[in-house]
């Protein structure tokens, strides 16, 4: 709910946001309507406002620089180097659009060609409110007008007592570890310089007043779509209040509007919750599936990804042999990464040179693909589209094609450089050579990494415009995405950027699934899948067994624990089946028919977080679909005396009966343990709980269980 007022003195307007919380029936939204604002009305301040302060711009939707302001801008334009826009009212448009009800509110600088319109959607099957603001020169002058800040919006909490975060920071290889605290009072800014999402942030907060847990409490949270360079600011201020503006691009990028144009931010979206931090994730969790993923209704695949296995060593013996392995574990996916271009037998050459290694794969990949197929697996490879190596035949070709910048070094990571996507004919050139590699090796799937963040990231040619890389290399990577989607309709896409550095609302509008972190060890896995599951649904979750002593970490961890750890999301295989003893192939073998009795209800279903400390004490993961009730318990160090034994189940059906298919290891008989086919009350699993093996006090390092019950017809 909105308030827009003109103050006519100043001949200047300001659009507040007056209410954000639990939806109100239409009669109790129109007497709130009626009410004034928290704080900002002229008569009603509640907030101590003096000459230095100005409380009430937190509750703007998008509060300028300009005027009466010194709080964060979420919109800075100069025009002619004249800072302080004064935007006046021009109109509000409300019209449905695609299923959703969508509100443009126009401003117009009272005396420069600026126009801003602040956009807002709402979806009556998801609890999302998305926004975004569009700034336009709409000409008749030819005004230099440069934005050093355009936010998507600015989301006020409502007043509380206190207030309390949590978001998640990282980095490679220990990306989305949850990390909550105190609100400071001052400015909290979450931030990416790189060009990608990141590795150390990602664009989320939840907030409370403290009192929220997993289960109850009111949450306001808000997550911005974009893959690029970021900036999400949460300010606590003295006299109270919090607010949470956020965009692209990062602090010092300058962007140029020519006359007749406009430059349109990505979306930011909010969504608040009664139901503790778990009920704000599945709502999260919906939204993505109804209205961010392109084909979120498909079951991913089980898929087998060589990187673990061969690294760079790629050739036909060594992944036929892996292949014929994987299939008769029951794997449908095969995916090559990378190894397989140019002559690529470690990081340092080739990104760049897309054709078959011509003296590791000397018949080309069609063969190979031809005997994968003919396994019955499907087929996948690894690109990395975005990255060249001074080292490749395209660097010598075309050395502009990279980001740089005039009379600056071009610093090498990871032995590469970035091409700049912004260019047209970069662009192109990918979709060209991506659209005919699909399509000659009849690929159903693709591995899309960018394992470099920007650096001296400019485009010479674009002199003052340079900056504008930072937006249109993010924007052109998801027009080559869409290109190929639309193009091959059957493909499914993963994203990576070195693991997790590329995760967010943004890449998931073109990608199945992702790539969460490099490291794969089943008990560092546990904290980032569990920070992951806060804003992004199991469904977008790659996860892989690998071998153990795992290839990061050196910690030996059972092969079931390997397993009911990555089939928390979509279980991969990426371990060297090669070494794998027929015990294990075989075992690996039920565990993955296991998860195909599963998944649905896995990658489609609600996701409740059961509590315990994930990776350090016991805890547990549930999953409802229809009738069907997935568990998944885990005890990491298991000699631990103290945690609880007891697991309280939760949202089923308090009168209806569940039978165990799957009661996991029974052991002794043990009250409270499933029994296969014992049946139990929803309230009895509710309220009681259940007791599993993996669970008790004393035991063996690394247990682990899938429990799966069946609610039975009345
Ligand atoms: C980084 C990815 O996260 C890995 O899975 C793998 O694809 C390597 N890149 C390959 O270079």
């Not at 989301?155 to 990282?170: E, K, L, S």
């Not at 019955?376 to 060249?388: H, I, R, S, T």
């Not at 034994?645 to 939760?650: A, E, M, N, Q, V």
Request: charged fraction near 25%; include cysteine; hydrophobic fraction near 40%.
């Amino acid at each position: 709910m909105l308030e827009i007022e003109t103050d006519p003195q100043r001949d200047e307007v300001t659009v507040r946001q007056k209410y954000w919380g639990p939806r109100l029936s239409s009669s109790a939204a129109r007497e709130a309507a009626a009410l004034p604002a928290g704080s900002a009305t002229p008569s009603g301040a509640r907030r101590h406002v003096t000459s230095f302060s100005q409380p009430a711009e937190i509750e703007e939707l998008l509060p300028v620089d300009g005027g009466l302001r010194w709080g964060v801008p979420a919109l800075q334009v100069s025009v002619d180097g004249i800072r302080s826009l004064e935007l006046r009212f021009v109109s509000a448009d409300a019209y449905p659009e695609n299923g959703s009800d969508r509100l443009d509110i126009t401003l117009q600088d009272r005396v420069f060609p600026v126009e801003v319109v602040l956009s807002m959607r709402v979806f009556a099957d998801s609890d999302a409110i998305e926004r975004w603001a569009t700034v336009r020169h709409h000409g008749g002058s030819d005004a230099t007008v440069e934005i050093t800040r355009l936010d998507s919006g600015s989301w006020f909490i409502p007043d509380a007592a206190d207030y309390h975060y949590r978001a998640v920071f990282g980095a490679w290889a220990e990306e989305n570890q949850l990390q909550r605290g105190r609100l400071p009072v001052g400015e909290l800014v979450f931030t990416s310089r790189q060009g990608i999402t990141g590795h150390h942030a990602n664009p989320w907060i939840m907030i409370d007043d403290g009192s929220a847990d997993e289960r109850y409490g009111e949450v306001w949270s808000v997550a911005l779509a974009w893959s690029g360079s970021w900036r999400m600011t949460t300010t606590r201020r003295p006299e109270g209040g919090v607010a949470v503006t956020a965009g692209f691009g990062h602090d010092g990028v300058r962007w140029n509007l020519p006359p007749n144009s406009e430059i349109c931010s990505p979306a930011v979206l909010g969504v608040y919750s009664a139901a503790g931090t778990g009920g704000v994730s599945r709502a999260w969790h919906r939204h993505v599936r109804r209205h961010v993923l392109p084909a979120a209704d498909r079951d991913r695949p089980v898929l087998f990804n060589s990187w673990e296995a061969t690294g760079f060593t790629v050739t036909e013996a060594t992944q036929l042999k892996l292949a014929r392995r994987a299939a008769a574990m029951g794997v449908e996916l095969f995916v090559i990464d990378d190894g397989w271009f140019g002559k690529r037998d470690d990081d340092r050459s080739s990104l760049g040179d897309w054709r078959p290694h011509a003296l590791r794969l000397p018949n080309g990949l069609s063969d190979l693909f031809d005997d994968i197929r003919a396994l019955g697996l499907k087929v996948g490879l690894w690109v990395e589209p975005e990255g060249v190596s001074p080292d490749s035949d395209l660097y010598r070709a075309h050395p502009d094609w990279v980001l740089n910048l005039s009379h600056r070094r071009r610093d090498y990571k990871r032995h590469q450089l970035v091409l700049n996507f912004a260019r047209h004919d970069v662009r192109d050139w990918a979709f060209e050579w991506l659209d005919k590699l699909v399509t000659e090796l009849s690929l159903d799937y693709l591995k899309w990494d960018m394992n470099r963040p920007f650096t001296q990231a400019g485009w010479p040619e674009q002199e003052q415009a340079q900056d504008r890389v930072w937006i249109e290399h993010t924007r052109n990577v998801y027009s080559v995405l869409q290109q190929l989607r639309t193009r091959h309709p059957h493909l499914q896409i993963e994203g990576c950027a070195a693991g997790g550095g590329r995760l967010d609302l943004g890449i998931l509008r073109y990608t199945d699934q992702v790539w969460p972190s490099d490291n794969t060890d089943p008990v560092d896995r546990q904290t980032a899948q569990h920070g992951f599951s806060h804003i992004y649904p199991a469904s977008v979750m790659s996860a892989w067994v690998t071998d153990s002593p795992n290839a990061n970490v050196g910690r030996h961890t059972p092969l079931r624990y390997r397993f009911h750890v990555a089939m928390a999301g979509v279980l991969g295989i990426g371990g060297d089946l090669a070494t794998w003893s027929p015990a294990e192939l075989e075992e690996a073998g039920t565990l993955i028919a296991q998860y195909k009795t599963v998944r649905r209800t896995i990658q489609h279903g609600s996701q409740y977080r059961l509590g315990g400390r994930p990776g350090a004490l016991p805890s547990a993961v549930q999953y409802v679909l229809n009738d069907q009730v997935v568990v998944l318990v885990y005890n990491p160090h298991g000699n631990v005396k103290s945690g609880p034994r007891w697991l309280r189940l939760t949202a089923l059906d308090h009168n209806a009966t569940y039978e165990v298919t799957t009661g996991g290891d029974t052991g002794d008989c043990v009250p409270g343990r499933l029994a296969n086919g014992s049946r139990w009350h929803g309230s009895t699993l509710m309220a009681v709980g259940i007791r599993p093996a993996a669970w008790e006090p004393i035991g063996e390092d690394y247990r682990s269980d899938l429990i799966v019950l069946q609610k039975l017809p009345d």
